[in-house]
């Protein structure tokens, strides 16, 4: 079967289903830039020289590149991991120096007629060091704080030589990667931590104009915020009920009691208030940790006072670590300032391209928006617009729709269920078992044979052969404890895995 596998073509195992959607994606989009970029004197869409035809000469070539990449033995994209990491860094650096200012930021480098971004290389290069990480000799992200930070290491310092450029949306498209070491077992606190400190930076910014409690409406709203955060971490991460319960009628009933008071003219200062009462449910929660040693209840408290500290940081955070541009930006995209001429140039007149589509669209090339370039660079930051425009909402639902669709193929994929079935089965019948099952090795956490099958599926085989061959040949002697041993007939074994080989060889071939 290995023969078999090795002596087919390398088309074969490619999955043409997402092969097909992505081609599907890059044509819709080539056709988008030719509409966003049209030129009535010269309306080629395979002009080189236009937008559309340079989209469509770097389609060609990703092609061929995708061709070479598979005639590659995976196992050498493994060993060059490290150094390909290490030579993207040191493009980045240069790239610090070198590349030329364009609307602010150095992360372009110009080549003769070509242009190249060297963030973009860092992302699969960044990936494979990862991966690189991941697949070494016994490695378990969760077994040690030297693992959390190499990998930490490996996604921050592209990161950071990207911010040197000025690329902030380049940095972004990293912190994906986070996911991944989610995937290792990283704990879901982390990406509740990140999610929290979004949300409680958003509302902070965006709610400033009116006062509760005598401080603005967006602190008060993320001290509620923090407050329901911490219920629910005491109930459902420390399975605490208790707590939970105490903690919540304490925030709900010195709530009440502040409401009241306001009512008859008491004015309590807001921030004496909810520093005071998270302060006392946090020491209430320590005398129960200390008496449970729940460290659970330990790393709730640590998580609620850094919310507080990082709601207290968010002003200088906002005012002194950001650029001017970036601060308008965001401002501008929450609605707290609107300045449709100048910072908000680009928001408004994409808002109006997008809603002057309708349903169905103005046609392929009649957008007025695009065509008269209200939108600025409309064929790259804002094509969407175009699209928009000319297809409607319809046609923007669908050029997204195949999104998801590549995450369904790669993810729920009946194909793949059925292979892996087959594997278990024929690993069952010992067809996969090219080496005796008792040899195995650690790799990373896992245990496998030296085909690298899960060390579940030898044991399963070992269950099947070794204790059927037990039971079968021996009679009630060694289960019971009776004497008088006598061997079952070795025709029943024999029946025994016929059976199972002709039920298992009658699998359609379509599951292979």
């Known amino acids: 079967m290995l023969q078999r596998e090795n002596s087919t073509s390398i088309f074969a195992h490619i999955d043409w289903w997402t092969v097909g ?40 070539l990703a092609l061929g590149l995708a061709v070479v990449i598979l005639l590659f033995d995976a196992h050498v994209f493994e060993s060059y991991a490290l150094p390909i990491y290490l030579g993207i860094l040191f493009l980045m650096v240069i790239t610090i120096f070198v590349a030329p200012d364009i609307k602010g930021s150095r992360s372009w480098l110009v080549i003769g007629p070509f242009s190249l971004q060297s963030a973009e290389f860092g992302k699969f290069a960044t990936a494979l060091a990862l991966a690189k990480l991941f697949d070494s000799y016994n490695f ?12 930490l290491t490996i996604i921050f310092l592209p990161i950071l030589l990207i911010l040197a450029q000025k690329e902030t949306g380049s940095a972004l498209a990293y912190m994906a990667l986070f996911f991944v070491l989610y995937r290792e077992g990283m704990s879901g606190i982390v990406l509740l931590a990140a999610l929290s400190a979004v949300t409680f930076f958003v509302i902070a910014v965006k709610y400033t104009e009116t006062l509760i409690l005598g401080i603005p409406s967006g602190e008060a709203i993320v001290f509620i915020l923090i407050m329901a955060l911490m219920v629910a971490l005491l109930a459902l991460y420390c399975k605490h009920f208790t707590a939970a319960r105490n903690v919540f009628l304490w925030f709900t009933g010195t709530g009440l009691f502040v409401g009241l008071l306001s009512l008859c003219g008491v004015q309590v200062p807001g921030l004496i208030y909810f520093i005071t009462v998270i302060i006392v449910a946090c020491g209430y929660c320590i005398l129960d940790w200390l008496r449970l040693k729940n460290n659970r209840m330990l790393h709730t408290v640590c998580g609620i006072l850094g919310s507080v500290i990082f709601l207290f940081s968010v002003n200088y955070a906002f005012n002194e670590l950001l650029m001017p541009h970036q601060r308008d930006r965001i401002k501008v995209t929450l609605g707290i300032s609107d300045d449709p001429l100048g910072k908000g140039y680009n928001v408004n007149q994409a808002k109006i391209a ?7 669209g103005k046609g392929f090339l009649n957008g007025t ?115 008088g041993a006598s061997f079952v007939p070795m025709k029943t074994v024999a029946d025994f895995y016929s059976n199972i080989f002709a039920h298992t060889l009658a699998l359609p071939k379509s599951i292979y």
């Open 369 to 483: 928006q695009t065509k008269l370039k209200y939108v600025p660079e409309q064929h790259t930051d804002f094509i969407y617009c175009t699209i928009g425009e000319e297809r409607g909402f319809i046609g923007s639902v669908g050029s997204i729709a195949p999104f998801p669709d590549t995450y369904i193929a790669n993810n729920i994929s009946r194909r793949e269920a059925a292979y892996s079935l087959c594997q278990s089965l024929l690993l069952l019948r010992g067809v996969l078992s090219d080496i005796p099952f008792m040899y195995q090795h650690r790799h990373g956490y896992r245990t496998v044979s030296g085909n690298r099958h899960p060390s579940s599926l030898f044991q399963l085989r070992r269950f099947v052969i070794m204790e059927f061959h037990y039971t079968s040949f021996h009679n009630g002697q060694n289960r019971c404890g009776k004497k």
């Open 21 to 60: 959607i992505y081609i599907i994606m890059v044509l819709a989009g080539i056709f988008s830039i030719y509409a966003a970029s049209y030129d009535f004197d010269n309306a080629s869409i395979f002009d080189g020289a236009e937008f559309s035809g340079k989209q469509l000469r770097w389609f060609g």
């Open 354 to 360: 997008i809603g002057s589509g309708g349903v169905t």
């Open 140 to 151: 378990k992200l969760n077994a040690s704080k030297k693992n959390y930070a190499l990998a």
